[in-house]
């Protein structure tokens, strides 16, 4: 395997550590310079890509890739990796996979149903607005190609390093009280298992990332603050809260994903199948502020 990853952050780091041994080259792109050496550091060939214009360097690399993972988010104008470099993916005789890592947002707000991969999407904001249309580009682009490809909805992501704790720890936490608000969560390593078994098998067809439990975020932020042995956050209702208006906007979706698929994608159960689980283990590991020892 050959793995040409556009997009190297928090999740693609975590699929390509788990695809490592599998892999002839395993190829990563960012935006600075600077990311580009974090890539080179991880033992991987580094590329930089804007999203704006195509890259010969690129070019070169994708005559040779056989797995190409798509991690950037699309823009106003559409797919960038598309725009720069569907010609290039066109023209590769060696590709035997497309994977795109997408986000449960395009379902939109389904007041707090259950939703599953043959949900209809009705994306409120604007990102998931453009995530649908990439997803959509996607589809007839590989169909065209006749390559499978794998669209990977991916929950609210955290791990080491990027969790409630972090926020608990430095005092910048708070806990928003909406009744009946839920939210799905993914842990990276479980999105690195799900794509690094995809990859493998070159899955095709669409499959929601996310954990077993749906719950709410104040929930979580109390678990984690009951472990940590702080006291409890008092709760902001949501109507007084001062937010972002991207922060607001995932309020104003409400759901429950259903994760079938992604069990039988994996072949039994996730690594950390609550954020129970997951918490639990990353504080009584040390490892929840993502600090090498």
Not at 90 to 107: D, F, H, I, K
């Amino acid at each position: 395997m050959k793995l040409f990853i556009f997009g190297y952050g928090f999740s693609a780091k975590a699929i390509a550590r788990d695809l490592k041994d599998q892999c002839d080259w395993i190829a990563g792109t960012s935006r600075s310079l600077e990311k580009c050496a974090v890539i080179e550091a991880d033992g991987l060939r580094a590329f930089q890509f804007d999203g704006e214009n195509a890259s010969p360097a690129i070019s070169e690399a994708l005559k040779e890739a056989t797995h190409i993972l798509l991690s950037i988010a699309p823009d106003a104008d559409g797919d960038p990796v598309m725009r720069c470099h569907g010609d290039d993916l066109r023209a590769n005789q060696q590709l035997e996979w497309l994977g795109y890592l997408s986000t449960v947002g395009v379902y939109g707000n389904h007041d707090g149903a259950w939703v599953s991969e043959e949900s209809e999407c009705h994306p409120v904001s604007k990102r998931s607005v453009q995530r649908v249309a990439a997803e959509q580009a996607w589809q007839t682009f590989a169909k065209q190609i006749d390559k499978p490809l794998g669209i990977y909805r991916l929950a609210g992501i955290y791990g080491p390093g990027r969790n409630q704790m972090i926020k608990l720890a430095a005092g910048t936490c708070r806990a928003i009280d909406k009744p009946g608000q839920v939210f799905n969560r993914i842990h990276v390593d479980d999105i690195a298992l799900a794509v690094s078994k995809a990859a493998l098998i070159a899955q095709s067809g669409i499959v929601n990332v996310c954990d077993d439990q749906p719950a709410p975020p104040q929930e979580v932020i109390a678990f984690c603050a009951e472990l940590m042995g702080l006291e409890p956050l008092t709760q902001i209702p949501f109507d007084e809260a001062e937010m972002t208006p991207m922060a607001r906007s995932f309020y104003g979706e409400n759901k429950r994903c259903d994760n079938k698929k992604l069990h039988a994608l994996i072949g039994g159960d996730m690594l950390y199948p609550t954020y129970r689980d997951a918490f639990n283990h990353m504080w009584n590991v040390d490892i929840w502020h993502g600090k090498k020892a």
